[in-house]
């Protein structure tokens, strides 16, 4: 078999072992079509027997690629137009000092760690609480294989932003990932409370500048999740007697180290 197909059967086998997922296979076919020399890197090191290594050679080359495509989404909303976005709105709106609101988003290699970290199977809805400019949602959505993939977030100037990136990627992008699948892109101008956010397969919550009262009224919204479903949370962990703690690592975002919490909802 010459290399192409090799690395195009490869594709099919990683993702049917969840090893990668569905738009990564994706991404890896289009890489390999296109002769990209980092793909052939990539069959010669299978070839040479190491699998843990091929296998994490895969995932930085896919995490590079979706962030390439990531950064394109996003070059005319960077950290700075979304920390002055919400500057801006927070002021007019009597919010200046209300830290709730305050601005961050997430580095987009270590949140598809923590995604991969899951190891999701293909479908289900992913939603970002207070989800700013998009960024977290588009990590999913790029990263993984949720059928559909959605933002809450309650600053208008926020969420034209994200609405601004999610139009992009139905024009530019959509047909670059899994044809097979889903690839649901919502971003909602609401509040986080007030929204029904009850189907959620994994919920995430940039919550390191939440106030108590934002947790408890979190915690006691998620009770509605399904048995099972997965809430992330950054440097506060929720508490409440429906859920269990599976995980808490510390990555780098874009404000400094977080504790992620990934928590899952009990019977």
């Not at 995932?59 to 070059?75: A, C, G, I, P, Q």
């Not at 970290?117 to 809805?125: D, E, M, S, T």
Request: charge should be neutral.
């Amino acid at each position: 078999m010459d290399p192409t197909g090799k690395l195009l059967l490869l594709a099919s086998l990683l993702a049917r072992d969840r090893v990668i997922s569905n738009n990564g296979k994706a991404l890896l076919k289009d890489l390999t079509l296109r002769r990209d020399p980092r793909v052939l890197r990539l069959l010669n090191a299978f070839e040479e027997g190491g699998d843990q290594d091929f296998v994490r050679q895969v995932h930085k080359l896919l995490d590079r690629e979706s962030h390439r495509v990531f950064k394109e989404l996003f070059k005319e909303c960077p950290l700075e137009r979304g920390k002055d976005l919400s500057k801006e709105e927070r002021k007019a709106l009597g919010l200046a000092d209300d830290k709730s609101y305050i601005y961050g988003e997430v580095d987009f290699t270590n949140f598809a760690k923590v995604l991969r970290r899951l190891q999701l199977p293909a479908g289900g809805v992913f939603y970002d609480l207070g989800s700013g400019t998009g960024k977290a949602v588009m990590v999913a959505r790029l990263t993984q294989d949720f059928e559909r993939c959605e933002g809450v977030e309650i600053l208008e100037g926020l969420h034209r932003a994200a609405t601004e990136v999610a139009e992009a990627f139905e024009a530019c992008v959509r047909r670059s990932l899994c044809s097979s699948q889903a690839q649901g892109l919502t971003m909602h101008l609401g509040s986080l409370i007030d929204f029904d956010w009850s189907d959620g397969d994994v919920v995430f919550a940039n919550s390191t500048c939440f106030d108590d009262a934002l947790m408890a009224s979190i915690a006691a919204a998620a009770q509605r999740l399904r048995p099972g479903a997965l809430l992330i949370t950054f440097t506060k962990g929720l508490e409440s007697a429906a859920f269990e703690v599976l995980d808490r690592k510390r990555f780098e975002m874009s404000w400094g180290p977080a504790t992620v919490f990934v928590h899952r909802r009990l019977t």
